[in-house]
């Protein structure tokens, strides 16, 4: 704050502040025997008083806002552990029922584990450690045509990423030929799924 005051008998008396750069507020009062000084403070403390005011509301607002956005990171981040762990629990079932089901049930827990599998390292691992690289080869192998469809989509799932350990996996399970075979012997749904397993299952991914 820049405060000028002028003697008695000079023209007027000056009182600027700048709160923030773009804002100035200029009080000018004839002076006279001092009789401007006690008014312009009066003022001034008044206009500094509401910006203060204006400011600490601003500062609620934002404190408010962020804590808002914590509280929401807190409970998306709580959502998806308990989404995870879910997940986790139903793998090793669904990965029996590729094994051991009837044909619907193969195909529809294949399909589930391809969606599990999608776009989750976590997952992919689970799914991996639970032993379903065997049992949705031998889907493609033996399956009928829709069950042969979701296998391809679960391996193609599993192999997408940068775990070259799964890829080889699937490789050594005998997965490429029927994956080769049901591109060129499928159905509609089937040889797209197994093309897009096989630009990740491919022979030079695998070890020497």
Same mark, same amino acid.
């Given at each position: 704050?820049?405060?000028?005051?002028?003697k008695?008998?000079?023209v007027?008396?000056?009182?600027?502040r700048?709160?923030?750069?773009?804002?100035?507020?200029?009080?000018?009062?004839?002076a006279?025997?001092?009789h401007?000084?006690?008014?312009?403070?009066?003022?001034?403390?008044a206009?500094?008083?509401?910006?203060?005011?204006?400011?600490?509301?601003e500062?609620?607002?934002?404190?408010?806002a962020?804590?808002?956005?914590?509280?929401?990171e807190?409970?998306?981040?709580e959502?998806?552990?308990?989404?995870?762990?879910? *997940?986790?629990?139903? &793998? =090793?079932?669904?990965? +029996? %029922?590729? $094994? @051991? !089901?009837?044909?619907? /049930? #193969?195909?529809?827990?294949?399909?589930?584990l391809?969606?599990?599998?999608?776009?989750d390292?976590?997952?992919?691992?689970?799914?991996? *450690?639970a032993?379903? &690289? =065997?049992?949705l080869? +031998? %889907?493609? $192998? @033996? !399956?009928?045509?829709e /069950? #042969?469809?979701?296998?391809?989509?679960?391996?193609?799932?599993l192999?997408?990423g940068?775990?070259?350990?799964i890829?080889?996996a699937? *490789?050594?399970?005998?997965?490429?030929?029927?994956? +080769?075979?049901?591109v060129?012997?499928?159905?509609?749904?089937?040889?797209a799924?197994?093309?897009?397993?096989?630009?990740y299952?491919?022979?030079?991914?695998?070890?020497?």
């Amino acid at each position: 704050m820049q405060l000028d005051v002028w003697k008695p008998g000079d023209v007027v008396c000056r009182l600027d502040r700048t709160l923030r750069p773009a804002r100035r507020v200029t009080f000018v009062a004839l002076a006279g025997a001092g009789h401007c000084v006690l008014p312009a403070l009066e003022r001034v403390r008044a206009a500094i008083a509401a910006e203060v005011e204006r400011e600490v509301g601003e500062f609620r607002r934002l404190r408010e806002a962020e804590e808002a956005r914590r509280l929401a990171e807190k409970r998306l981040a709580e959502v998806e552990r308990k989404a995870a762990i879910a *997940a986790a629990s139903a &793998i =090793e079932p669904l990965v +029996a %029922l590729v $094994r @051991d !089901g009837d044909r619907e /049930g #193969k195909a529809k827990a294949a399909a589930a584990l391809g969606n599990l599998a999608g776009d989750d390292d976590a997952n992919k691992a689970a799914i991996v *450690a639970a032993g379903a &690289i =065997e049992p949705l080869a +031998a %889907l493609m $192998r @033996d !399956g009928d045509a829709e /069950g #042969k469809a979701k296998a391809a989509g679960a391996l193609g799932n599993l192999a997408g990423g940068d775990d070259d350990a799964i890829v080889w996996a699937i *490789a050594a399970a005998g997965a490429i030929e029927p994956l +080769a075979a049901l591109v060129r012997d499928g159905d509609a749904e089937g040889k797209a799924k197994a093309a897009g397993a096989l630009r990740y299952v491919w022979p030079s991914r695998r070890p020497s």
